[in-house]
């Protein structure tokens, strides 16, 4: 495929399946319309705002009175001083309300304007018309997801995923977190949830006693089929690995890919289970946030745990590393290539993406474009 326009398009070398678009460098608009991992529920404590940064959107975050999480957009509408500067407060009804730092204007939960200190008797002013920006959040499975809509007025039309094989206890309805590491990631949201997908960079990046090193490659076959939002590598016997040998018995592992940058991992014997979720935040364009979070009801974990935080650690901080190596030389916009069929997962990816923001932007259905097959590579 050649560059025949005259806009800056890099040139894909070696389309890995027909039909591909250019694979652009510096990468494309931020997936919207769609839930996104904002925290596990442990990091939302009462009591306290939480500010941060989804999609290039400012965000403060706190629990009301009942404890459910809200997020408002963090930038009163008073002087556009960050709400999360100011305090979380007790109302004389018990709700609770957010407090700007610099004239005291109160805001509820859901946004509504409740106060403006400085105005006296007679002064009307209809405190109904001034709102902060309120965000959709969901409490499940022991974390805080938030929709990130491309109308700012839209609502979820969909519920936050919740995947197959989650580990619950008998007659429990929540799974719980029982580990996460969160690490920043110095790149764009497309590059970021490729090298998630990307299986060939392990026995080079990942080197570790616990992993494989590069000089012991392995030729692997992967069976996949479409799911709702993304993909999953059928259930199979896996190679080993030190969580496997834990776990023990007859191991099957399952690894699903939802968008907008989701990878869950079960692992599962007869009796015991583990699922470990990959999550991929973006900040902005040029940063994300990535959390391993690992729930399980295989006690001998809980003793592993302590062992296993510095590797874990490790493997996120190797990632960090290639995104910002990777950024030096994306910040030239270079073609970049797609070869069979160890970047086909990453050609899946830009295709789902596109679809989903095509078919939101058409009111239409999203049509998965992925056909199960069969991949091959060496690992
Ligand atoms: S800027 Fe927030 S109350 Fe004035
Ligand atoms: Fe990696």
């Given at each position: 495929?050649?560059?025949?326009?005259?806009?800056?398009?890099?040139?894909?070398?070696?389309?890995?399946e027909?039909?591909n678009?250019?694979f652009?460098a510096?990468?494309?608009p931020?997936?919207?319309?769609?839930?996104?991992?904002a925290?596990?529920?442990g990091?939302?404590?009462?009591?306290t705002?939480?500010?941060?940064k989804?999609?290039?959107?400012p965000?403060?975050?706190?629990?009301?009175?009942?404890?459910?999480?809200?997020?408002?957009?963090?930038?009163?509408?008073?002087?556009?001083v960050?709400?999360?500067?100011?305090?979380?407060?007790?109302?004389?009804?018990g709700?609770?309300?957010?407090?700007?730092?610099y004239?005291?204007?109160?805001?509820?939960p859901?946004?509504g304007?409740?106060?403006?200190?400085?105005?006296?008797?007679?002064?009307?002013?209809?405190?109904?018309?001034?709102?902060?920006?309120?965000?959709?959040?969901?409490?499940?499975?022991?974390?805080?997801?938030?929709y990130?809509?491309a109308?700012?007025?839209s609502?979820?039309d969909?519920?936050?995923p919740?995947?197959?094989?989650?580990?619950?206890?008998?007659?429990?309805?929540?799974?719980?977190?029982?580990?996460?590491?969160?690490?920043?990631?110095?790149?764009?949201?497309?590059?970021?949830?490729?090298g998630?997908l990307d299986?060939?960079?392990?026995?080079?990046?990942?080197?570790?006693p616990?992993?494989?090193?590069?000089?012991?490659?392995?030729?692997?076959?992967?069976?996949?089929?479409p799911?709702?939002?993304?993909?999953?590598?059928?259930?199979?016997?896996?190679?080993?690995s030190?969580i496997?040998n834990?776990?023990g018995g007859?191991?099957?592992v399952?690894?699903?890919?939802?968008?907008?940058?989701?990878r869950?991992?079960?692992?599962?014997?007869?009796t015991?289970?583990?699922?470990?979720l990959a999550?991929?935040?973006p900040?902005?364009?040029?940063?994300?946030?990535?959390?391993?979070?690992?729930?399980?009801?295989?006690?001998?974990?809980?003793?592993?745990k302590?062992?296993?935080?510095?590797?874990t650690?490790?493997?996120?901080?190797?990632?960090?590393?290639?995104?910002?190596?990777?950024?030096?030389?994306?910040?030239?916009?270079p073609?970049?290539?797609?070869?069979?069929?160890?970047?086909?997962?990453?050609?899946?990816?830009?295709?789902?993406?596109?679809?989903?923001?095509k078919?939101r932007?058409?009111?239409?259905?999203?049509?998965?474009?992925?056909?199960?097959?069969?991949?091959?590579?060496?690992?």
């Amino acid at each position: 495929m050649t560059n025949t326009a005259n806009t800056p398009v890099p040139v894909i070398k070696a389309p890995a399946e027909p039909g591909n678009d250019a694979f652009r460098a510096l990468g494309g608009p931020l997936t919207r319309d769609i839930w996104y991992v904002a925290l596990t529920a442990g990091e939302l404590k009462t009591g306290t705002l939480y500010k941060k940064k989804f999609l290039n959107e400012p965000i403060v975050m706190g629990r009301d009175e009942t404890g459910a999480p809200f997020a408002l957009r963090d930038l009163c509408p008073h002087r556009g001083v960050p709400l999360s500067a100011g305090r979380l407060l007790d109302e004389p009804d018990g709700a609770k309300s957010v407090q700007c730092p610099y004239h005291g204007w109160r805001f509820r939960p859901d946004g509504g304007c409740l106060h403006i200190p400085s105005l006296v008797e007679g002064q009307s002013f209809d405190l109904e018309n001034i709102k902060v920006r309120r965000y959709h959040l969901a409490e499940q499975d022991d974390l805080i997801w938030i929709y990130m809509p491309a109308d700012p007025n839209s609502a979820p039309d969909h519920p936050p995923p919740r995947f197959a094989n989650m580990v619950l206890k008998k007659g429990q309805a929540e799974a719980k977190v029982k580990y996460v590491e969160t690490a920043e990631l110095a790149c764009h949201q497309d590059h970021a949830v490729i090298g998630l997908l990307d299986p060939a960079h392990t026995p080079f990046v990942h080197k570790s006693p616990l992993w494989r090193s590069s000089k012991t490659l392995k030729e692997k076959e992967k069976h996949y089929k479409p799911s709702e939002m993304g993909f999953t590598m059928l259930s199979h016997k896996p190679v080993n690995s030190y969580i496997y040998n834990i776990i023990g018995g007859e191991i099957r592992v399952e690894i699903q890919f939802l968008l907008p940058g989701l990878r869950a991992e079960s692992i599962r014997n007869r009796t015991r289970g583990f699922l470990g979720l990959a999550a991929i935040t973006p900040i902005d364009e040029n940063l994300c946030e990535i959390r391993e979070i690992m729930y399980w009801d295989a006690p001998i974990l809980n003793l592993v745990k302590l062992i296993a935080r510095p590797f874990t650690r490790a493997f996120l901080q190797q990632d960090a590393r290639m995104m910002k190596l990777q950024g030096e030389g994306l910040s030239y916009n270079p073609p970049l290539m797609q070869i069979p069929d160890a970047d086909t997962l990453m050609v899946w990816y830009r295709r789902l993406k596109r679809e989903w923001m095509k078919s939101r932007m058409e009111g239409r259905p999203f049509m998965n474009p992925v056909e199960p097959a069969v991949l091959r590579w060496r690992t």
